[in-house]
């Protein structure tokens, strides 16, 4: 191949991943971040995907977002299929984050529960991972992996699930009532000792199985 024909390609891959992005949401720092493609031609990209101009200032993710309650469980459900799909797929990077947040979207669909992460969130997480800010920890309540700060002691660690904060959902009333009526359906994906097998399972226990299975296996 030449060295022409390589960068055609190669420019060609970096609008289809900057498209992709868009099209799940993710914030223009994104895009900017994940491609080598000049601002401009992002903006227009941006604008022709999702029929808007993207939203203005900075990213205001801390980690202290996804201690909270509800975005807890979710961060947590999120990391585990995207450590699920590390190991044992050749994903990696930002395709590996795109995948676990599809597969993340069905989940969520599959078991009626709320989107609580954004395409940016969930991207955000990712880097705080990599930076080692946060981390997971398993609760010695039921075994699960859950998203912590990294530098907290986690040896006592329980999670949200199994010691319920009496102040869980104050702000958000519907949704803690819906997940406390259903425990089961919301338990169950990470009170299981192997979590992220376990959710994928479910995922692929549905007349969706095939599409999911095909997504993993390219
Ligand atoms: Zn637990």
Same mark, same amino acid.
């Given at each position: 191949?030449? #060295? ?8 060609? =891959?970096? *609008? +289809? &991943? ?5 099209? %799940? ?70 395709? #590996? ?8 979207? =069905?989940? *969520? +669909? &599959? ?5 609580? %992460? ?72 990470i009170a299981m000792p192997v979590p992220a097998g376990f959710l994928l399972g ?15 296996a390219d």
């Open positions: 191949m030449t #060295a022409r024909s390589k960068s055609v390609v190669s420019d060609a =891959e970096q *609008v +289809q &991943l900057a498209a992709e992005l868009a099209r %799940l949401g993710a914030r223009l720092q994104v895009l900017e971040t994940e491609t080598n493609l000049s601002r401009e031609r992002l903006l227009r990209l941006y604008k022709e995907v999702r029929g808007e101009s993207p939203p203005k200032g900075m990213l205001p993710f801390s980690t202290d977002w996804f201690m909270s309650w509800m975005p807890n469980i979710h961060a947590s459900i999120f990391m585990n299929i995207h450590g699920y799909l590390v190991r044992h797929t050749s994903a990696k990077g930002i395709r #590996a984050v795109i995948r676990a947040y599809k597969l993340y979207l =069905e989940h *969520v +669909q &599959l078991n009626d529960l709320e989107k609580v %992460l954004s395409f940016t969130r969930a991207w955000s997480l990712g880097r705080f991972f990599e930076g080692k800010m946060l981390d997971t920890a398993a609760c010695k309540s039921c075994g699960g992996k859950y998203v912590v700060h990294a530098m907290d002691l986690h040896k006592d660690y329980e999670c949200g699930l199994c010691n319920v904060p009496s102040r869980a959902g104050k702000t958000k009333k519907r949704a803690a009532a819906e997940a406390l009526k259903a425990p089961a359906r919301t338990v169950a994906p479910a995922a692929m226990s549905t007349k969706r199985s095939k599409r999911v299975a095909v997504a993993l």
